[in-house]
């Protein structure tokens, strides 16, 4: 196969943007039309990704590589059974986020859209990286247009918003990148030779009183992105502020590179660590569910309602993740994608009504289901999605966690549980004080319901909350040879250090395990570099 | 080998300034561009030259200047950044109304004197380099002779400079009593030879590094850089920010990398240059926070950036130096045009309200503008990044893990101040009507050179690695 498929989908929206500079900021609707284009085409080539993935192998797909900077830098991407998904998470919504701010964006719209695809290729980018340069890469460079985002098209206090953003992930990721420093210095002295690939990295073993620090640094970067207890203060300000759009990609997508980080790096690659901390992360996630669900209940704004709805729903996510077992694990990428697809939908929902009242406040609204019938059933579905109800895709999610959870830990389950309690509460709670009732605000009357427009973006994600609720098994039995070898090489490894350990105290920094690839055909890999 | 040749760089940037000098007496005021065309012409020979040079290690005066490929790297971006900063002043010396004759000359002069500093290993030598460079700073820094604020910064750079030349002699002449000679080779290898070191020839090493220290603007050596930076006119802030820069290190490199590679006995310096490293991240980052004036935050700026070349200096890795040194010339050279992108006639737009809105207004310029700005940051995918990657990785694998995350919680420091410039240009509305202006080809043909730099630097530094690797790797020539 030639066709670098994986690049393309990874760098389409980046090459968008590149065109949008020639094109004159005058021209909004043919901007629009282009970006919509781009988007959709993008989602159509990262298709071909879903019908080709082989789901007998936990090893990447679609793997390229090739020689960029040097020491170890290379261009070195790939996907498995996990990053699949949330690529096409990414690209599935992003043209639905640019249709939902056709008419919300009235200012700068060439920016916006530039921005918008710059953000795409940065998420895509984090998702499918397989060396930590490029990844690193990614992860940064997919700030900045963000920040631009919140703070030009944000709400009053966009730039203290954005602000706080931009820090509190730099300061996660800046300590990040001193561990990423760490352990290319231990395998350059370990080999002689520089690596970021990540592979080499899983074959190195760390002794684990290293592991705790560099655990430690990698998870602060993700834990402060997903975001956890008590990291998250950055969240709903980011959310509230940003324009609906943003407030749906930062749901959505971003915060699942925290998760998508745990998985991919601090699980498998300090095992040991990870269960020294595993009780502390465990409360801090219970800590963050029952937190953000009784924040979520108090909030006089719909917008920050939904963003607290996030700390709660991403602490069950975490939660099931630190469970280490097939069903959790499994359980919370599927959560992953659920919590992508309601909680984005809701911010849409909230977007729709702010477009018409231009306020956000609970109190404006009462009654809006009898002015706005078709809206009123789109946002029923996306708030049970987002509860959990059967049928629909937040059920099946939050069952495999919650079971997987409960196998580990009864009481973490039982207080796991409560996400879905508290969610119940503040979401028809919500519901029933913006959209029933008799219409206590005049201003109602004159909303109109959706527009064809807003009808066509929101379709697809009603499909989909069905598709995933009622035949899951489209989506799971991709992920499950990916889970599992990423659960044997968390275990696995704590296997052979117990080994290692029994009656020696000093070992050294890290033990390099040669991998069968490597004896087989190191020449090959070269050739396919050049 | 010893060859005349090696004089060339050095002769065609006095040529240059003499010629300059000579033609500045015939040609009317208003023609006054052609001393810029001259200049530029000649610039280019010597780049030219020192590119023919490459690999030949041509020396002359008894090996007391040697063109290693190391100065002829320097040379090069040296007579690079002359170049740009040429081109940045053409426009804006008319507009500012300081369209004097000498103007050219003086900046050959200084390059001169760079490249001596830069093609010698005797100290003696360097420091004659140091004055005719210094000398013509100081000249140039007072050049808007109208301007209080320019008067001011001369003399202050002046004194302050005075100051510390006066340290440098005074520790060459200590290094003298102890090891009998000025040249750098024998000063190192009496520093890994001696079984006990004499108090002596320490102060003297620390005398030196004061000397030096002034240059690069170190804390505690950085008091001038604020106030000159500020007075002086733009393009030659630009040009004391890269220049002496540049310069300063690549001599501390020369002296320290054998040292501190082979020296056992280096634990005092090591330990000073330490905490001068963490004092100058530390405070620079800090101070700027508080700075309402774009030249001085991108003084401080370029005093936090010294903090960052420090800690390459302790790792004493030498790539990651030449290459953040590069790749700084490119970024800092790219901030402080678009500063002067954004002055019109007699009046030039400093002060960070004024650049509320500009962002939408000139989106050119705004826009290469946040690029230098998230560059400086050290977001990817910039040069700027790629250079300190590769600083606090070499620092890191030398094992000096808490100077890199004292480092990068400064640099976290820094994002604030640079995205305050940006939150000024793109999030808040213009309060007053902002008018500059735009017919310069010169500058944008300076901001797309840096912009392109910048970003080559950062995507695909490949050759420029490999032609740095060569630079360093010839050395040192003892």
Request: net charge neutral; with cysteine; aromatic share 16%.
């Amino acid at each position: 196969m030639n066709v670098p498929i994986l690049s393309i989908v990874t760098f389409l929206p980046l090459a968008g943007a590149v065109l949008f500079i020639f094109i004159g900021r005058e021209r909004e609707n043919l901007l629009r039309y282009l970006a919509l284009f781009i988007t959709i085409l993008t989602f159509i080539i990262s298709l071909y990704l879903y019908f080709n993935f082989n789901a007998q192998t936990p090893e990447p797909q679609f793997v390229e590589k090739a020689a960029w900077i040097g020491y170890g830098i290379n261009y070195h991407i790939g996907i498995d059974g996990i990053s699949l998904y949330l690529v096409l998470l990414t690209t599935f919504l992003m043209p639905i986020v640019i249709l939902s701010s056709w008419t919300y964006i009235q200012k700068r719209v060439k920016e916006y859209l530039i921005f918008m695809l710059l953000l795409q290729t940065g998420i895509i980018g984090v998702f499918v990286a397989l060396n930590l340069f490029l990844f690193y890469v990614f992860w940064e460079a997919m700030l900045i247009p963000m920040y631009f985002l919140i703070g030009i098209w944000g709400g009053h206090r966009k730039i203290y918003a954005t602000v706080k953003f931009v820090l509190f992930t730099m300061l996660g990721s800046l300590l990040m990148l001193v561990a990423i420093f760490y352990m290319y210095s231990l395998f350059y002295k370990a080999t002689g030779t520089y690596s970021l690939n990540i592979f080499d990295y899983y074959r190195m073993m760390l002794n684990p009183s290293v592991q705790i620090w560099l655990f430690l640094a990698f998870g602060l970067a993700f834990a402060i992105k997903v975001p956890m207890f008590p990291f998250h203060t950055w969240l709903p300000d980011a959310h509230v502020e940003a324009p609906t759009a943003g407030s749906v990609v930062l749901a959505a997508v971003l915060l699942k590179m925290g998760t998508y980080g745990f998985l991919r790096f601090a699980l498998p690659l300090f095992p040991d660590a990870l269960q020294k901390f595993l009780p502390v992360l465990a409360v801090l996630s219970i800590i963050g569910i029952i937190y953000g669900g009784l924040m979520a209940l108090i909030q006089k704004d719909v917008k920050s309602l939904v963003a607290y709805s996030s700390v709660s729903h991403m602490g069950l996510i975490m939660l099931a993740v630190f469970a280490l077992n097939f069903e959790a694990v499994e359980g919370a990428i599927y959560q992953m994608l659920n919590h992508g697809l309601s909680t984005g939908a809701l911010f849409l929902c909230v977007g729709i009504l702010y477009e018409r009242a231009h306020t956000r406040l609970i109190k404006d609204f009462g009654g809006v289901s009898k002015q706005m019938p078709i809206f009123s059933a789109f946002f029923m579905i996306f708030m049970l999605s987002s509860v959990g109800l059967p049928g629909l895709n937040g059920f099946v999610g939050e069952v495999l966690c919650l079971f997987g959870v409960f196998k580990t830990s009864t009481l973490f389950a039982v207080l796991g549980v409560t996400t879905v309690i508290l969610a119940a509460a503040y979401l028809l709670w919500m519901f029933q004080r913006v959209m029933q009732g008799p219409i206590t605000n005049q201003k109602i009357l004159t909303f109109k319901d959706l527009r064809i427009r807003e009808i066509v973006y929101l379709v697809p994600i009603v499909i989909m909350m069905f598709w995933m609720g009622i035949y899951p098994q489209t989506f799971l039995r991709k992920m499950d040879t990916s889970v599992t070898h990423l659960l044997n090489q968390v275990n696995k490894r704590e296997a052979i250090f117990t080994k290692s350990q029994d009656g020696k105290e000093n070992y050294p920094p890290y033990i390099l395990i040669e991998s069968e690839d490597d004896k087989q055909e190191p020449p090959k890999e070269e050739e396919e570099s050049r | 080998m010893n060859n005349i040749y090696a004089l060339s760089p050095l002769l065609i940037i006095v040529a240059a300034s003499l010629l300059v000098l000579l033609l500045e007496v015939f040609i009317k005021r208003e023609n006054r561009n052609y001393l810029a065309y001259v200049s530029m012409i000649f610039l280019i020979a010597c780049a030219a030259v020192c590119a023919q040079f490459w690999n030949r290690f041509y020396s002359y005066f008894d090996g007391n200047l040697i063109l290693d490929n190391l100065s002829l790297f320097f040379s090069f971006i040296l007579a690079l950044a002359t170049f740009l900063i040429i081109l940045l002043s053409m426009k804006y010396l008319t507009l500012q109304d300081t369209n004097y004759g000498e103007y050219y000359a003086l900046l050959l002069f200084a390059l001169s004197g760079m490249i001596i500093m830069i093609s010698s290993r005797d100290l003696i030598v360097i420091f004659l380099g140091l004055e005719v460079l210094s000398i013509s700073s100081y000249a140039l820094a007072g050049l808007r002779r109208s301007d209080e604020k320019s008067s001011e910064a001369a003399i202050k750079y002046f004194l302050l400079g005075s100051f510390a030349s006066a340290f440098l002699v005074f520790g060459i002449a200590l290094l003298f009593g102890a090891v009998q000679s000025t040249g750098i080779a024998p000063i190192v290898e009496y520093f890994q030879s001696a079984s006990t070191l004499s108090l002596m020839a320490l102060v003297g090493l620390g005398f030196v590094v004061i000397g030096f220290g002034f240059k690069i603007a170190v804390v505690p050596f950085h008091m001038w850089t604020p106030d000159v930076y500020q007075g002086a006119p733009t393009p030659i802030t630009a040009f004391f920010s890269v220049g002496p820069k540049a310069v300063g290190f690549a001599v501390l490199l020369r002296i320290f990398y054998p040292y501190f590679r082979d020296a056992l006995d280096s634990q005092l310096i090591f330990s000073l240059l330490w905490i001068v490293s963490v004092l100058t991240m530390i405070v620079g980052n800090l101070i700027a926070l508080r700075q309402t004036n774009v030249k001085r935050i991108l003084a401080y700026s370029s005093i936090a950036h010294a903090g960052y070349l420090m800690v390459a200096i302790l790792a004493s890795d030498r790539e990651s130096l030449v290459f953040y040194l590069t790749v700084y010339l490119f970024m800092n050279i790219g901030a402080f045009a678009s500063v002067i992108a954004l002055g019109r006639k007699d009046h030039e737009y400093l002060e960070l309200e004024d650049y509320r809105g500009i962002g939408f207004k000139y989106p050119w310029i705004g826009a290469t503008f946040s690029v230098f700005l998230i560059s400086l940051a050290g977001f990817p995918p910039t040069g700027g990044f790629l250079a300190k990657f590769y600083v606090f990785s070499a620092a890191v694998r030398e094992g000096l893990i808490s100077l890199v995350i004292i480092g990068v919680l400064a640099s976290l420091v820094s994002v604030f101040y640079y995205l305050r410039i940006i939150i000024m240009m793109y999030m808040r509305e213009p309060a007053y009507e902002v008018d500059i202006n735009i017919d310069n080809p010169a500058l944008f043909l300076v901001l797309f050179l840096c912009l392109y730099g910048v970003l080559q630097l950062g995507i695909f530094p490949g050759n420029i690695l490999v032609l740095i690797k060569q630079a360093v790797s010839s050395f040192p020539l003892l």
